[in-house]
């Protein structure tokens, strides 16, 4: 099993930044691949950016050029750095963790981004 924490969401004006943490915990070690994604209200979740365990990132054209997602191995945690933030990212933003043979899915609880215009 693998449990993650996501924090660092709150209220934010536009063009502002914020970074999210996701700290994981448990069965680590089998996880190739981590990610964000965020769901909108009225809307389904979707992709924001991901990181393989080789360090492989790739991101959805919503936060292309504006996002960064990286990890620090020996805090076993991922963050996601948001710039330029515009309204249109107001939504939970939820940690995401991919055992690829299994295969498996881990969640976490979602922190929310709002930000206003």
């Known amino acids: 099993q693998v449990q993650l924490v996501e924090s660092g969401g709150r209220l934010v004006q536009a063009g502002g930044s914020l970074r999210l943490s996701c700290a994981a915990s448990?069965?680590?070690?089998?996880?190739?691949?981590m990610g964000w994604y965020r769901q909108a209200p009225g809307k389904q979740r979707e992709l924001v950016a991901v990181?393989?365990?080789?360090?492989?990132?790739n991101y959805a054209d919503s936060g292309s050029g504006r996002f960064t997602i990286s990890r620090d191995n020996t805090k076993n945690t991922v963050y996601l750095q948001m710039n330029s933030l515009k309204p249109e990212d107001t939504a939970v933003y939820y940690c995401?963790?991919?055992?690829?043979?299994?295969?498996?899915?881990?969640w976490g609880q979602g922190t929310q981004v709002t930000v206003s215009s």
């Open positions: 990181i393989t365990s080789g360090g492989t990132s």
């Open positions: 448990g069965t680590i070690f089998s996880i190739n691949v």
């Open positions: 995401n963790a991919r055992r690829l043979s299994g295969p498996a899915d881990y």
